[in-house]
């Protein structure tokens, strides 16, 4: 593959956190434009990853290299990142004393037109007349600050999203429409990473990698990692891991 | 000590005098309003300058009886009973120069199930050494609700020492919502001490939002007394301090009577080398009351700026951000 189709590449990842080895090693490609997951139990480091991949404040010590658009952004800062196109969208999203849901989107937005926050607003399925005035604080219920989350990430229209556990707080209403946002974002030519442990949400990926233990221990189409996750994750086989010397604590 | 001329302003209509026009117009322009909004017939209004009243208009049902003094004004404020002022009522304390004292002492009563906001605006615009003390009683009667709100505009130079004092007593189902804000320029010293004591289904609701720099000293003392049946009490401080600027916050809350219930917030934000100190204190008296309380000092939310961040905006901006909206 062109080197330029990359969105993203993670060349033998490592992170050690108060001495403990989070990220061993990892090596990943990830197309531009596709949908992928990250898929793991919990504590596979998934949600180290994506902290490490926005460049947050404790996740910066990295060894090896992340490429985005075949750029090292080792040494680039979360906001540098995300003035590149990256950006996160927490399992559970922060909550603003004083900041209504208005300002938080025009904060994130790329383009600050009122129309653009109504549309985001209303493909969230809120409806912005509601909405907008209120404040993006502990009023709302987890599943609505996660709705307004990813409204947030639709007006800054970034090339690669990065979704922590996506389904996490939200009803199977809001859920399709989680997914139908999903979608949009990759119309308007963002990539996504989704990171979880849900299989439903795997579904809607077209390409995954699993993780385990810190690494990748395979990649491949959604259909085929789905099938492995369910049959040697759920629960975990520790037999299976110690056969395939996967390091791992017991 | 009082001075030579008492102003009974009751019924009279308004009135500017003792300074030039423009010494108004400046006042008024250092919070934002023109002469000509105080000629809304329908808005109460009081605006002193030092120790003189430059302006004056009252609606029905409200009475002030302002003495000027040596070094301010004493006013006392009565609100008829059952009289309920639909319109802010629009009050200016402040000077123009840049330094001297200015005492507002004021005695207000609400009567019975009355109902009256006001808006103070308190500006030194000037300052370099100005100091102003409000020391007030206030007296709010059953079912009765007085709303103040305290909006100052310092100069920038760090050289305005304020402190506000209050005593006031609710009376059966009074409420009492007190805001504090310095909308513009430094805090220099802003000493707060307010005393309330509660009566059966009383509310209290007091909220400060001072953001302090350089070498700002930001002091709030509030005491709420639920000593109600079924009272209710609300002490709110939203504090940022960077530099080397302090905050010292002491709220108490005490609770002796059946159905009390009172929470205590105080959130500091401390930058640079300033320090911030908060010391809720709770007491309670009686096995039916509960107060509760929560403070947090610290630097700012990680999780709140490393969301923004990632949204793009800066570590600086995401800081702004973050204070402009805990003192919004």
Redesign the interface.
């Known amino acids: 593959m062109n080197k330029t189709e990359n969105i993203l590449e993670l060349k033998n990842l490592s992170l050690k956190l108060g001495g403990k080895t989070i990220l061993n090693g990892i090596n990943a490609v990830f197309e531009a434009g596709i949908i992928y997951a990250i898929v793991g139990p919990n504590g596979a480091g998934k949600s180290t990853l994506a902290s490490a991949l ?1 460049g ?2 404790d996740f910066r010590n990295i060894d090896g290299d992340i490429l985005f658009e075949g750029k090292s952004i080792k040494n680039l ?3 540098k990142r ?2 590149l196109g990256i ?2 969208g ?1 399992q559970e ?2 909550r ?4 209504s849901i208005s ?1 938080y989107l025009m ?2 937005a790329k383009d600050k037109k009122k129309g653009n926050m109504e549309y985001a607003m209303n493909a969230v399925g809120l409806n912005p007349g509601n909405y907008l005035h209120r404040g993006c604080d502990k009023t709302l219920s987890g599943g609505e600050r996660k709705r307004v989350e990813i409204a ?1 990430i639709l007006v ?1 229209e970034p090339k690669l999203t990065l979704l922590d556990e996506p389904d996490s707080g939200i009803d199977i209403e809001a859920l399709d429409k989680m997914f139908e946002v999903i979608q949009t974002l990759k119309r308007k030519g963002s990539s996504i990473i989704l990171i979880t442990h849900s299989l439903e949400v795997l579904k809607h990926s077209q390409k995954a990698f699993l993780m385990c233990h810190g690494g990748i221990r395979d990649s491949g189409s959604s259909e085929k990692i789905s099938s492995y996750f369910h049959d040697k994750c759920m629960p975990c086989d520790l037999k299976y891991i110690a056969e395939q010397g996967i390091p791992y604590d017991k | 000590m009082i001075n030579k001329k008492k102003l009974r302003l009751g019924g009279l209509p308004a009135r500017h005098g003792a300074l030039p026009t423009s010494a108004l117009e400046e006042l008024l322009a250092s919070i934002n309003k023109k002469p000509a909004e105080l000629h809304d017939t329908h808005t109460a209004h009081l605006v002193v300058h030092h120790n003189k009243v430059l302006g004056a208009h009252l609606v029905p049902g409200l009475k002030m009886d302002v003495n000027e003094m040596k070094d301010g004004i004493r006013a006392v404020i009565k609100i008829k009973d059952g009289t309920i002022i639909e319109n802010p009522v629009q009050i200016c304390f402040g000077m123009l120069p840049e330094k001297g004292i200015q005492k507002i002492l004021m005695d207000v009563n609400c009567g019975k199930n009355s109902k009256i906001s006001i808006i103070a605006h308190c500006s030194f615009p000037n300052a370099l050494d100005i100091t102003h003390i409000m020391d007030a009683k206030i007296n709010i009667e059953e079912g009765a609700e007085y709303r103040y709100f305290e909006r100052h505009v310092h100069g920038g130079g760090g050289g305005t020492k304020v402190y506000p004092k209050a005593k006031v007593n609710l009376e059966k189902g009074a409420r009492f919502a007190t805001e504090f804000e310095l909308i513009k320029g430094r805090v220099g010293l802003i000493d707060i001490n307010y005393e309330t004591n509660c009566g059966e289904d009383s509310s209290l609701e007091m909220t400060a939002r001072i953001s302090g720099y350089a070498n700002d000293i930001i002091r709030i003392n509030e005491t709420g007394h639920l000593n109600g049946e079924n009272s209710r009490g609300f002490l709110n401080s ?1 504090i940022a301090v960077r530099d080397s600027a302090r905050a010292d916050i002491y709220n108490k809350l005490t609770a002796s009577a059946a159905g009390a219930r009172g929470h205590v917030d105080c ?1 500091e934000i401390v930058q640079d080398k300033a320090a911030a100190s908060a010391t809720p204190v709770v007491e309670v008296s009686h096995p039916q009351a509960r107060i509760t309380h929560e403070a947090a000092i610290g630097s700012v ?4 700026l ?10 600086k901006e ?1 800081v702004a ?2 204070i ?5």
């Not at chain 2, 939310?301 to 709140?304: N, W």
């Not at chain 2, 402009?324 to 919004?328: A, D, E, T």
């Open positions: 926005m947050l404040p800062a979360a906001d995300a003035k950006t996160l927490w999203p922060a603003f004393e004083g900041i300002d904060a994130s947030s800054m | 939203r959130k939310d990680s999780k709140q490393q969301t923004l961040m990632a949204r793009g905006l800066s570590e995401s951000l973050i402009r909206g805990l003192l919004k």
